[in-house]
């Protein structure tokens, strides 16, 4: 009798290994065509594909050089320091006697090519779009800032859209006026109206945000 149990040993550990290694594919399949399904979601590519727009705006020059992540803010295509050592100060706003709006005033000054725009000042750190090495931020890390509310002055989705459609200091990067030389400073890489449109459908699939990785 201690024969025979010792030969179906074997098979009943045979069977057990089988009925786990099942369960296992089948959790796995599960998992598999849960995320395929969640790819496959026409309105969440839609609003992924929409931020990834949104995104290449908010990192362009006209937007990145005022959300830094240094101490002072940065100029031009090439993303250089602001000259004369301008620093954020307490406020984002400069230190006394070297104030943002001792030189940027309302509206750009294209005799002297000083842009200009209402309230000029730096973002704050919570919403800078680089790291310390003046590196950009991964798009999944620029999209988790833009919609944490206790990051972004307590925005939610819908005021998202309306700061992209309404904000002066947005609605400047699309009218930047001129550079000293006289040239006219670069755009963002879509229109304003194709920015709040990619805005829109982002914020419609919900605000969806890259994987991080």
């Known amino acids: 009798m201690w024969a025979n149990h010792r030969l179906l040993l074997p098979v009943f550990l045979l069977m057990l290994v089988v009925f786990v290694s099942c369960i296992a594919l089948s959790t796995r399949a599960s ?27 908010l990192t362009s020059p006209r937007c990145i ?65 680089q790291d310390t090495n003046d590196r950009p931020l991964s798009s999944g890390a620029v999209c988790r800032a833009l919609v944490d509310r206790s990051r972004n002055n307590g925005l939610n989705a819908s005021g998202l859209l309306k700061h992209h459609e309404e904000e002066p200091l947005v609605l400047w990067a699309w009218n930047p006026g001129r550079r000293p030389d006289g040239t006219m400073r670069t755009l963002p890489p879509l229109t304003h109206a194709e920015f709040i449109a990619a805005t829109r459908t982002w914020v419609d699939a919900g605000t969806p945000c890259p994987r991080a990785r």
Not at 31 to 52: F, H, M, R
Not at 113 to 119: L, Q
Request: aromatic share 6%; net charge negative.
């Open 31 to 57: 998992i598999e065509t849960a995320d395929k399904g969640s790819a496959a979601d026409p309105k969440l590519a839609d609003g992924l594909a929409a931020w990834e727009q949104v995104y290449s705006v």
């Open 65 to 129: 050089n005022c959300h830094t992540a240094t101490t002072y803010p940065q100029q031009g295509d090439d993303r250089h320091r602001h000259f004369a050592n301008v620093i954020r100060g307490p406020a984002g706003k400069g230190v006394p006697g070297l104030n943002c709006v001792s030189c940027h005033q309302s509206e750009n000054a294209d005799s002297t090519g000083v842009p200009g725009g209402s309230n000029w000042h730096l973002a704050p750190l919570s919403m800078r779009w």
